[in-house]
């Protein structure tokens, strides 16, 4: 089967049995159709149906190795600098497509299963057989084209606590039979995005594991489908408020939904088990496959989307209320360009210094992507926000509604809401597109996800020093040092 | 007729017939039973039973100047410090109570009316008749204790145009008519926040006017009731979803909504109008008269009130969640403290330090006051939030609600949400009210509202700067220049 | 013997036999004449004539309550807000002087022995020949009018191993032996400034002691001469270049000098022993006697001082060059009024709110000022010198000397550097002002300074979230959250 | 003459008899040899010799198109993108050995004459005769491989005047007489950095002219030698107190010099005129010929350097003082590489995304190096600096000298000094290295020089946002509101 339609995606959806709890009521059916996911289901049936387009599917398939047949380019394992490049066309359609709003569109774990596909060495070590199944599976949802969730975090009582300690051990996800067939597995994990919406559920190892033995339950790689026996999702409220593209332009589009995944002793069969008890190999799977290159490839190709977007915002804003000519506006803009340029240059030179690994995956450079996921969350995530409110400001507060401007009155709001350049209900549709991403709950979300997307920003930091070799530039202080003396 | 009981405000609210459109919708009585504003309502109606409850009636009033009934403290013209402090006594309890999130208590307001009320002198420059006015009028809405709002932005079509200038000068609200009897009114005014559920409208000078003939029909100062013929209020949606308590601890008590007023040719009777045609009474009346002054002390009050209720927010979710010794988060608590304790000084010094004006109003220091509110926009209220959302990380994402805890699967959400110093319903509940301060859109409101609240931070720092003097500085400089030459 | 004037300072100086290593030199006398300390020493002897000065001696002195003679005011125990209100009108004098320049003017130790010498009672608890020896030493230093240094840091071999335990404790100033007639001690404590043209080094407890043996040698408190024998001072080379007061106008005034105190065996005698052997009393000298208080009301005065002549060197120069109506300009020069009027209000804030602590000692409200040296170092103290350079910007990169305006070719310079409201020479010595402040040695020196006065800020924050109450605004926190519950 | 050698370059200063002011001083030969020059000559020197150095004369040079002998690379016509890589390599060599410090390496203006010499097309349509000179001088320049200056800012009494007007006309440089052999020019023109120490001085358009009568006499280019008579240099003081390499570590190695550049009636021969009152020819000579880029090529190749020096520095200083392990020590480590990755990002991006303009010069992508140009100054440079105070601390303000630990009293510096991973010698000159840069005089001026190195911030980002095309992004958004609408 090649790559989907979105009616497939949608059919597929709607067939499946996932226990979704949401608001206090449970949805195990017809998940399409619910209000909180309907919106976000169409959107991203529209991305797989711009595989079908032609003006897109070019760039976002590419021919199966199993079939000929076009499946998703973000399955494609790239051997050179050009695969990736193609690669990262494609996932740009999307990105740009959704602004960036949507964090897991299908391309993100398609890359994490690409490398794991191609590094059959590496699950070769746990045991050839699970080499043999992960790329059985890797193949599989290339070919079938699937939507997949993953959930990390475990959850957290106590943070000064390790993860897999919390709660005596007994809160984060643990195998509590390990059985001839498979394993079962009990305990949650908290933030399975858009797993209500996915097909399949990959659950990796999320925290670092010691070598010892009571280690062991924690240690495994596996995926099991969204609808597993005794697999609960938690999510919260929609930020879909159930209005229009016009009230809500994002929302209405875009809300992933964040669940918590809980597994009441869910039993998942050996086929779908990938690591089980290695620590030291569930430590280094995101490295040694290239999985987390390959998927911080895709972040930042996503995060460039959206970075120019409110490029976008912004300087129209400004035009809009006639403020592009003031120097305090002009450096905000200059900023969000600098940006949106640092961002291009980061993904163009991961790309081209890229490398092979050990298993000739082509893979962007690490250092230049681990510094732009360093990066990006910290010092690039809160300043789009901040200065769209800025060039906004009360502009942001008081905004009328598809429904007022049908309403009787809509004279008052076309004569007094008007703006340098254009009609009220232009200058409306403009200034609640920047309040959906930038004031709202939606954007409230976002910001938390950009912030926080892959973990503790302290923690992260550790990791990008403690992974960076220091040497040559420390190299060079002691050569000048020692010059003369 | 003494301070006011909740359910006198409340009755007096649904009696009358105010214009107000929102999604569509028209709702001329019974606001006070409108989900879009019976919360809002009912947490001003409790601010008006604090003014008779034992624990705080001595703050929050004083014996009426006329009738010896309790009165309320923001009605006091001060003479004194002592005044200035028993003022802030009364203006903060309400502002702990609403934890700063409401902006437009009665208070501030009463605050303006009281100086203009203690400067018939001001008024008298436009006639006796516009002192007379004024006293009549500041006079009668003690002895109600009514509840004012006002408004202040014109329509901004081009922020490159003045004020009174946009759109050829017929959007700004203007006099069409003088009568003998009074004015007609007609334009718009942008965010007249909490107007729908307040009795009066004050319309007031809002830019700087120029002492020519082109500017008189924006010179104007007048009062309206909210429910004046030919007057219409344009809402935005309510921010409350329509959740309990537990679900949007804030939105659910404190959005105050904000409205445009459209000024359908509304006729002004003569004594409501306290100023008219008089540009340069109309660009001073703030500063001669120290409305400015109490109501930015009024201001602070409230803004103290909120940093201090983040402070205990972000402290309680650092103990709930273990994290209160890593030294980045007790930096952070720490920036916190400063905050509350400069706030703190800044209003202790401008009490002490104050002087009386020529009308013998005791005024707090104005360069301290004006110091206070160009930093606390641009300086405290984003970190306030950005705090809170680095504590709270991406437990802030996936949060159940009250219906979730009452639903068949509580058990699995009391298990993994216990937090390490509560159980998962405290902690959801702490994290809900965490992200309904920043991250939900009722947030995302409050934080444009603290920082645009006096405006264009760009033209609020020339004004301080314009009115600042530097000599003493400048010289000082000069003095070490000169002191060896 | 009354306050003393400046070359009243500079003989007795002049006759010490400090032991000062500079450069690879050693100087034991005549002090004041030496290059590296002569132009400082001036600027102190500057400052005690001051206090002979009929414009400022009302300021800067009261009776002694020994004699009855003019002695420092920064030695009168305060007991009421007037006295700490008193006591800071002579301290501004002194830090405007010096522009703020000075840390170690003569009122900032004296502040520590005014608060030591009001607290017989504290060190009584060590036994009352400690409480009579303290008390008659401050006598002593109030009538003699000596200048104190201090030393505090110990070596800093490994930032990770607790201070006295460095290089196996050795290298911590520490007690070698204990005789009938006083103590011998050895090690080093890091930046005396100051030291070099002081009379008396207070050699204070320095960081948190435990209650344990191991701990006891480096649990003292005493006073030495500066010329002690065994005592060396090892100096850091002079930051005045030797130039005149318009090439280096700040260098060559306010240059005090770090050092690095040795002490190799020196006697203490049993006179000059103030705390012997108890770390709890160490522990909580300055918070216990009032001296933290003190020295920080003095520490904000000067540091409000500074701030003013930013502001009055910052708005200088904009209108020397003609950018004051520039909006970016505008916004910094607003920023510097707030800090001014922050400053101004913690200081007035806690001044008015102090309290008697029970040696009856009416201290400055500490929460305040512990806001204020948080606060400072971290958010004021950079943007001084930011603003200034970002005003001067290229302009302060190649200003003439002295010299130059002296020699043939000064009309080029003349023509060339003209600003837009006065001549080169002016402009000239006002940049060269400016670079002194923000760009030259001095400047950076400056800047540590500020930085890292009270110690490592994280530290910093750390004790000052462990000695706040945040239980009020917790409490209003969980208030609301219970408040329909 | 192919490549010099650095005594070559000496010999040729000390043979010219360039006028300099200092000091009051007028010098005017055996500049090498001047306590102001001689470090900073000597350090150009050794950037000379390394184009003999067998490991780096394959980088520095290329054979000349004229002679085939070996000729600095920086004169290499581009022509793909593989040239780009190998001219950046011979940059890099000379910015790595000079760690970033130096602005002015012969390669900055190498760069902009290869540019002009490769555009006849541009230059001769101001005349033939034009393209020729240029051609000419270009291909002199290269072979006698001389150093040059250049120096832009016109004198700037009051920035609020167009540059060119200041003092009615009269400040700026401009042309007083056309010769049949030349011009006259007289004015000055300020930040003449490095010209002291070079050999030509080139005095390109400075700012935006317009194309009318009065602009006429601004609208040159040409080229002088810089012991032109008429040419005088007033430099500011150097910032090289005389130390060693131990005390003065980068001071004494390269402090540049900065100084005002005078035409006194200077006469600029025909040949030496490469442009001449064509003002929109002036206006884009920068972008038409591709020198801005290649120069900015330049620059951001020694800001990486740079960046990589102090990322270097502050990891080294971590390491010795054992902080390493600290969370926010290793977030600003952690920041470091971040920007040592982007800017290495940027360079390689707009390199690989060059295109060849109508000259055929291959240039690097312009967006990348601008937004290069414009994050730099603002957001890096400023931390570099912040950062490795933070890490050093009061550790930098006492640091004894070389003279200190060659005398007697040695033995407390050795003791007292020492670090958890080295001994006092060595921490005491790698802290005298972080102190010169960023803390010493040196230090302020290298913030200045970079933070305004392309002229005024404000004006860079409106140059930015008016050259960037924004339509993309802008349309993206409009998509997104015309998607359903």
Redesign the interface.
């Known amino acids: 089967m090649p790559a989907r339609t979105g009616s497939q995606y949608l059919a597929r959806l709607d067939d499946r049995t996932t226990e979704i709890?949401?608001?206090?009521?449970?949805v195990t059916s017809a998940v399409s159709r619910h209000p909180a996911f309907s919106s976000v289901a169409r959107s991203f049936a529209r991305l797989y149906d711009l595989q079908h387009d032609p003006a897109h599917r070019g760039d976002l398939t590419f021919p199966s190795p199993a079939t000929g047949e076009p499946v998703p380019v973000s399955f494609l394992a790239p051997r050179t600098t050009d695969d990736l490049v193609r690669r990262r066309a494609g996932m740009q359609v999307w990105a740009?497509d959704s602004?960036g709003f949507l964090g897991r569109t299908p391309d993100y774990l398609a890359s994490a299963l690409t490398a794991f596909g191609a590094a059959p060495a590496f699950f070769a070590r746990a045991g050839d057989v699970f080499a043999e199944r992960m790329l059985r599976y890797a193949d599989r949802m290339r070919e079938e084209d699937l939507l997949l969730a993953h959930t990390l975090?475990p959850?957290?009582?106590?943070?000064?606590?390790p993860a897999v300690r919390q709660?005596d051990g007994a809160?984060a996800t643990h195998i509590v039979h390990e059985r001839s067939d498979g394993i079962v597995v009990r305990g949650?994990r908290?933030?399975a995005t858009a797993a209500p919406i996915a097909d399949e559920l990959l659950v990796l190892p999320s925290t670092v594991l010691r070598n010892a033995p009571e280690d062991a339950p924690y240690s495994f790689a596996f995926a099991v489908p969204t609808d597993a026996p005794g697999l609960?999702f938690?999510?919260?409220?929609s930020l879909h408020?159930g209005g229009?593209?016009?009230?809500e332009?994002l929302a209405s589009r875009f809300d992933e939904m964040?669940?918590?995944a809980?597994f009441?002793d869910v039993f998942v069969p050996s086929e779908r088990v990938f690591l089980l008890g290695r620590p030291e190999l569930c430590n280094t799977l995101y490295s040694e496959t290239g999985a987390g290159a390959l998927m911080t490839h895709q972040v930042v190709t996503r995060t460039l989307a959206k970075t120019?977007?409110f490029?976008?915002?912004a300087?129209?804003m400004a035009e809009a209320?006639?403020?592009s000519?003031?120097?305090?506006i002009?450096?905000q803009?200059?900023?969000l360009?600098?940006y949106?340029?640092?961002e291009?240059?980061?993904l163009?030179?991961?790309e081209?210094?890229g490398t092979s690994n050990e298993h000739g995956v082509f893979l962007p450079r690490w250092?230049?992507l681990?510094?732009?996921r360093?990066?990006y969350p910290t010092?690039v995530a809160?300043r789009l926000t901040?200065i769209v409110?800025?060039f906004g400001?009360?502009?942001?507060?008081?905004?009328?509604?598809?429904?007022?401007f049908?309403?009787?009155?809509h004279g008052?709001?076309e004569?007094?809401?008007?703006?340098?350049t254009c009609g009220a209900v232009?200058r409306t549709?403009?200034f609640r597109?920047a309040?959906d991403a930038?004031?709202?709950?939606?954007?409230?979300?976002q910001?938390?996800?950009e912030?926080?997307f892959f973990g503790?920003?302290?923690r992260?930091?550790?990791a990008?020093?403690g992974s960076?070799d220091?040497g040559?530039?420390?190299?060079?202080?002691?050569d000048?040092?020692d010059?003369?003396?």
Not at 155 to 161: F, G, K, M
Not at 393 to 404: H, K, N
Not at 406 to 409: H, R, V
Not at 438 to 445: H, Y
Request: glycine share 6%.
């Open positions: 709890h949401i608001d206090g009521e449970v740009r602004a975090v959850p957290q009582v106590n943070r000064a606590v709660g809160l949650a908290l933030l609960r938690h999510c919260r409220s408020r229009g593209a016009f009230d332009p964040d669940a918590i809980v009441d120019e977007f490029l976008g915002l300087s129209s209320i006639g403020i000519g003031f120097a305090h002009q450096q803009i200059a900023e360009i600098s949106v340029e640092i291009r240059a980061l163009r030179a991961a081209v210094e250092e230049t681990n510094a732009a360093n990066w010092h809160p901040e409110r800025t400001a009360s502009g942001l507060m008081a905004t009328p509604s598809e429904a007022d049908a309403a009787d009155a008052d709001l004569l007094y809401l008007q703006s340098a232009d549709a403009l597109l309040a930038a004031v709202s709950g939606f954007a409230g979300r910001t938390l996800y912030q926080f503790d920003p302290v992260m930091a550790a990008l020093v960076y220091l040559p530039a420390q190299d060079r202080v002691r000048l040092l010059r003369e003396r």
